[in-house]
Each structure stands twice: as C-alpha cells, then as structure tokens.
C-alpha cells in the first residue's frame, strides 16, 4: 500500500466506525458530509473565549433560521430541495431517544435540520450563493476588509478563510466560518449548539 495512502484509509475506518457507533451509517453520512467545508485539524481554535450574543458577528449567527425553522417553513419560501436527505442519530443525552437529522440541499444552499423530541432545531446551513434572497447578501461576494470592518477582528485568519467564535452564553462556542476567495466572502458556514 502506498505509503501517503495508509494513514488516509485509517482515517477513514476509524470516521466510519465513530460514526457506526453513533447510530448513523456510514452511508448515510457519506452522502451529505462532503457537502460541508472540510474542517482541518490546525485550525481548529480555542473556543474558550469568543462574541457574545451582543455582539455584530453573533448576529450574523442568529440568520441561521432566516430560511425558515422547520422544513415545512424552509420548503415554503424557498421551493422543493434539489436533494434531501434523512436519517435517524443516537440522541447522546438519552439512549432511548432517537435524533431525526435532515439535510436539504439547494443550489448554492444547504440546511440541516435536527428534530429532537418533536422540536426542530437548524444544526448547520452553508451558503456560498450571492444570489439568495437573505441578511447573508451582506456578507457573501464582499471585500474581506469591508466584513471585518463591520464585523469585528475573527479569531482567526487564513488566506482562504476567516474564523469566528462564537459564545452561546454558559453553554459552550461554535465556529462561524467565512471562506474567502479572491479576496471576497465566497461562503458562510453557521453550525449551532444543538447535538
């Protein structure tokens, strides 16, 4: 086996048995992760101290439901998913309870949705299309100085992307990530607290 190829395929045994034992098959999570912005182990950051609910970048954070907060509201306003996707997860706080997780997919739009004990939750929505009708128009396709300008300092900055953290009081940080493409926001990827 080539030599690169070895610690690759690890990886990949050892998410896909992570994932088995959560209750979420492999297939099934396969089919909608690469959908996502790939999280790369030297930029994960030190959440211990991020914005406040106060705070500009936060409230880029709260148009996470701007589409809506179930999949009947997002359908409505936004029209039938190009794809959708549903699967049943392992609720970690009770064993006999199951998580429903769906995934719709739009042209240059993704939102998941999490339904817990008959409440729905956005878990996460990516967005990289200037085009959508939403608060994010404010953000997508801008010069990178003009966002930070308005938004404050990320926590982190990359060549390809801006980090910021995100504190949802007492509870624990998300990331709020701003990709970043000839000098522009290219895509926005909002994740929540909700497991």
């Known amino acids: 086996m080539h030599s690169k190829l070895k610690p690759l395929l690890m990886s990949a045994l050892l998410s896909v048995s992570v994932i088995a034992a959560s209750g979420v098959t492999a297939q099934q999570y396969l089919k909608t992760e690469h959908l996502y912005p790939k999280t790369i182990p030297d930029r994960i950051v030190n959440v211990s101290a991020g914005y406040k609910s106060d705070s500009l970048p936060y409230g880029v954070f709260e148009y996470i439901d701007t589409f809506g907060s179930t999949e009947a509201e997002i359908v409505n306003r936004l029209g039938e998913p190009e794809e959708r996707f549903e699967w049943q ?7 006999d309870v199951k998580n429903t997780v769906i995934t719709l997919v739009y042209d240059g739009l993704i939102i998941e949705l999490v339904e817990v004990k008959q409440k729905t939750f956005i878990k996460r929505l990516f967005i990289e299309s200037c085009e959508i009708n939403s608060p994010f128009q404010n953000y997508l396709c801008k010069p990178v100085p003009a966002v930070i300008s308005e938004l404050g300092q990320p926590r982190v900055i990359f060549a390809d992307e801006l980090i910021y953290t995100l504190q949802h009081g007492d509870v624990g940080s998300t990331p709020m990530r701003m990709g ?16």
């Open 89 to 95: 997860k392992e609720n970690r706080h009770e064993s």
């Open 180 to 195: 970043v493409k000839n000098d522009k926001i290219s895509w926005i990827y909002l994740r929540s607290y909700i497991d």
